[in-house]
């Protein structure tokens, strides 16, 4: 008798459901999807105990018909696609057939439905994969389906949940994801009968921004636009002054599909160029139009890893859109703003790491901070409990608010300041005035600046001079590493770095450029060769431009440098005529402003009057 048996399909659908549900957000997401799919212009998530307890999903979409009501229970049965050509055509989140079966062998499950042409809907209750009752019920508009019991019958998957705090946070981050890649629809999040997100469905992305991560940030943020033959990129990013420390606030949407990639993540910080500091990333949502020919969503259960075709045309076409919708902002920092912005972001890490609240203590959570959401009105009950007025009060506050700030944007000059010298503070920073304010100038980060651009456009010519080495040095490499550094040498000898094959895995220096300073030959030349092994390719505009960064920083003043007067006021020169001015090539401000008016605060020449609760500003003197 043969070894190979046929597993029945209850045990089938628990081991699909370990790929396709591994928490309750992947229920959340799932049922969401269906919703949007089915044409939903509203929908609701509510949940209890982090969606262990239950999870429900009610939406306003088509519906579905009666007899398919089983059928849609069964593993691979699905509306979505007809042939194997449908495959490379999607447009739909759902096509696999694999969630509904997966998600109710195991958990006690219930459908409502009915679609707008029959006269009664349709309730099905399933247990463990099983259906155990099907009957006819009053007409509904869309469908509602609850999950209840989740993993009560695979208790070894329990073990693996984390806290409700960390299962909420994790359902509260989906559906941002998913309402900030489908603004035309309204979503309700409702964790034990408080509201956690409310959207207006009015197709307007920013008010979903301004919904999910505060007004304020979303009056930072940059729309932006770009085309080609096979892609169209919409979206938004955030001015460099608004950045996190890692990349979860990073939306990409293919045709309204959530995904994760890596290429595009990277291609958004190049568009940023050296303005965003390193180690700190943007707040962004990026939603990308394309032939569904060019993108492959069958690679995983949870189809959150895309393939894409022309994906070095798409990388560069998302770069060009964040590099012109940045070009003209003005990226002086304000002083005060900034240091306030510093202590604020301490305070919103130490909230996330309190758990002594039912709600999400997370940036991306609705309702989690009153100061910062001072737009969503918020108000206590006795019970201490936060409650929210009705949604259309803070929509149009938010629109207004939006509105008014991208006017003042729109009208803002953006010139670099005429910088007058005073003197010089600990031998680091340029004290320099102008008509509007007293401006503190990083004098290393000025420098950088200046001669990054100036070998920006010269790298060609670093290689013309060279000093030969007395005593030659010796690299020595790991054999892959050798191999791709020696198939990469002509970069290197474009930067004036001509290196040898000598022996076994090893490279020898004989010269090196005048622009490497002798006690930084080896250092220099190491992190030279770590740039070729970085990434999978390596273009000659990338390379020279890591190049110019590294030239520029190691050529540069550093602090505790004196400065005479001349000299000083020649960098200031220098600096005026840079492209870029703000930010040296690692993204950190170049200089910093104390507006007449923060002046003024700092020394209370002007105060907040106690009889109102205007800002009326008022001199001492």
């Given at each position: 008798m043969g070894r190979?048996?046929?597993?029945?399909?209850?045990?089938?659908?628990?081991?699909?459901?370990?790929?396709?549900?591994?928490?309750?957000?992947?229920?959340?997401?799932?049922?969401?999807?269906?919703?949007?799919?089915?044409?939903?212009?509203?929908?609701?998530?509510?949940?209890?105990?982090?969606?262990?307890?239950?999870?429900?999903?009610?939406?306003?979409?088509?519906?579905?018909?009666?007899?398919?009501?089983?059928?849609?229970?069964?593993?691979?049965a699905t509306s979505k696609i007809k042939s194997s050509q449908d495959l490379f055509r999607i447009r739909t989140l759902g096509f696999r057939g694999e969630a509904m079966p997966s998600i109710a062998s195991v958990s006690e499950f219930i459908i409502e439905t009915s679609t707008e042409s029959e006269e009664a809907g349709t309730k099905l209750f399933a247990k463990g994969g099983a259906i155990e009752s099907v009957q006819p019920i009053a007409k509904i508009q869309g469908t509602k389906i609850t999950v209840s019991n989740l993993f009560y019958n695979t208790p070894a998957r329990l073990k693996f949940v984390k806290s409700l705090q960390a299962e909420l946070s994790h359902i509260t981050d989906l559906v941002n994801r998913l309402s900030l890649a489908h603004p035309e629809i309204s979503f309700e999040l409702i964790n034990e009968g408080n509201q956690l997100l409310k959207t207006a469905g009015n197709g307007d992305l920013q008010q979903v921004i301004a919904s999910i991560y505060g007004v304020a940030s979303a009056k930072k943020m940059r729309k932006i636009h770009n085309e080609d033959l096979d892609f169209q990129i919409d979206g938004y990013v955030s001015l460099p002054e608004l950045t996190r420390a890692n990349r979860n606030y990073i939306t990409l949407l293919i045709n309204g599909r959530y995904i994760k990639n890596f290429l595009l993540n990277r291609a958004i910080i190049e568009g940023y160029g050296s303005k965003l500091m390193v180690g700190r990333f943007p707040l962004a949502v990026i939603s990308i139009e394309i032939d569904p020919h060019l993108a492959d969503v069958n690679?995983?259960?949870?189809?959150?890893?895309?393939?894409?075709?022309?994906?070095?045309?798409?990388?560069?076409?998302?770069?060009q859109a964040i590099a012109e919708a940045l070009e003209d902002e003005v990226l002086i920092p304000g002083a005060l703003e900034n240091l306030q912005g510093r202590a604020e972001e301490k305070q919103v890490k130490a909230k996330e790491e309190s758990t002594q609240t039912k709600l999400p203590l997370q940036?991306?959570?609705?309702?989690?901070?009153?100061?910062?959401?001072?737009?969503?009105?918020?108000?206590?009950?006795?019970?201490?409990?936060?409650?929210?007025?009705?949604?259309?009060?803070?929509?149009?506050?938010?629109?207004?608010?939006?509105?008014?700030?991208?006017?003042?944007?729109?009208?803002?000059?953006?010139?670099?300041?005429?910088?007058?010298?005073?003197?010089?503070?600990?031998?680091?920073?340029?004290?320099?005035?102008?008509?509007?304010?007293?401006?503190?100038?990083?004098?290393?980060?000025?420098?950088?600046?200046?001669?990054?651009?100036?070998?920006?456009e010269h790298i060609g010519q670093v290689s013309m001079d060279q000093q030969t080495l007395l005593t030659p040095y010796i690299f020595t490499l790991a054999k892959d590493d050798f191999i791709r550094v020696a198939e990469q040498k002509d970069l290197l000898n474009q930067a004036g770095v001509n290196l040898e094959e000598y022996g076994d895995n090893q490279f020898i220096l004989r010269e090196h450029p005048l622009w490497m300073k002798d006690e930084e030959i080896e250092s220099a030349v190491n992190e030279l060769m770590d740039l070729?092994?970085?990434?999978?390719?390596?273009?000659?505009?990338?390379?020279?431009?890591?190049?110019?960064?590294?030239?520029?920083?190691?050529?540069?003043?550093?602090?505790?440098?004196?400065?005479?007067?001349?000299?000083?006021?020649?960098?200031?020169?220098?600096?005026?005529?840079?492209?870029?001015?703000?930010?040296?090539?690692?993204?950190?401000?170049?200089?910093?402003?104390?507006?007449?008016?923060?002046?003024e605060k700092m020394f209370r020449r002007i105060q907040e009057s106690h009889s109102s609760k205007n800002m009326i500003w008022k001199n001492n003197i």
């Open positions: 190979i048996v046929e597993l029945d399909q209850s045990l089938a659908n628990q081991i699909a459901a370990g790929e396709v549900v591994e928490r309750p957000a992947s229920v959340v997401k799932e049922l969401v999807e269906n919703s949007i799919d089915a044409g939903a212009t509203k929908i609701t998530v509510k949940v209890q105990e982090a969606g262990l307890e239950s999870i429900q999903v009610i939406d306003n979409g088509l519906g579905i018909e009666s007899e398919d009501v089983e059928l849609s229970l069964k593993r691979h690679v995983h259960p949870t189809k959150q890893e895309v393939r894409l075709s022309k994906e070095k045309e798409l990388m560069t076409l998302v770069s940036e991306n959570s609705l309702y989690y901070d009153k100061e910062k959401a001072d737009f969503f009105i918020k108000e206590e009950n006795k019970t201490k409990e936060i409650q929210v007025k009705e949604s259309p009060v803070y929509e149009n506050e938010i629109k207004e608010s939006l509105e008014a700030e991208t006017e003042e944007s729109e009208q803002s000059i953006k010139v670099f300041p005429q910088l007058e010298f005073l003197a010089q503070m600990h031998a680091t920073y340029l004290l320099c005035q102008s008509p509007d304010g007293l401006y503190i100038v990083d004098q290393h980060a000025a420098q950088e600046r200046f001669k990054y651009e100036y070998w920006r070729l092994l970085s990434g999978q390719e390596v273009s000659v505009a990338k390379y020279r431009e890591d190049l110019a960064i590294m030239i520029a920083c190691k050529s540069s003043i550093k602090a505790n440098h004196p400065l005479d007067n001349q000299s000083a006021k020649a960098l200031l020169e220098d600096l005026a005529t840079c492209k870029n001015p703000y930010n040296c090539p690692h993204g950190r401000p170049v200089l910093v402003h104390f507006t007449s008016s923060d002046m």
